[in-house]
């Protein structure tokens, strides 16, 4: 049997995701019938590649200034807000969820 390679980005979102349950590795592991051995060592590598800063890719569409501002993570996650929203306030948290 030949086993599926899976991209570096999908273990990426997996072990996000995993860790925005709070579940235990081995429940999300069985949960999601993902090998816990590879989830663990993808876990090690997302977390030595965060050791350092991080830039994310982000989407830019033309801004009405009326409109809500809306972000979206690659894990699922998804923020609204006013469109005036400061700036000042608004990295503090993204580090903050960083």
């Known amino acids: 049997m030949t086993r599926q390679r899976i991209p570096a980005s999908t273990w990426h979102e997996r072990v996000a995701h995993w860790r925005n349950t709070g579940l ?12 816990l ?5 993808w876990a090690r590598r997302v977390e030595r590649a ?3 800063a ?3 890719p982000v989407r830019i569409s ?3 200034a009326s409109a809500p501002l809306e972000l979206r993570s ?15 306030w ?3 948290l993204l580090q ?3």
């Open 37 to 41: 051995e590879r989830l663990k060592y």
């Open 24 to 35: 235990s590795a081995d429940a999300y592991a069985r949960e999601h019938d993902i090998d």
């Open 50 to 52: 965060a050791g350092g």
């Open 74 to 88: 690659p894990s699922g996650w998804s923020m609204r807000m006013d469109a005036g929203v400061d700036a000042a």
């Open 90 to 92: 608004l990295a503090r």
């Open 54 to 56: 991080q830039l994310l």
């Open 96 to 98: 903050e969820l960083r």
């Open 62 to 64: 033309t801004m009405v």
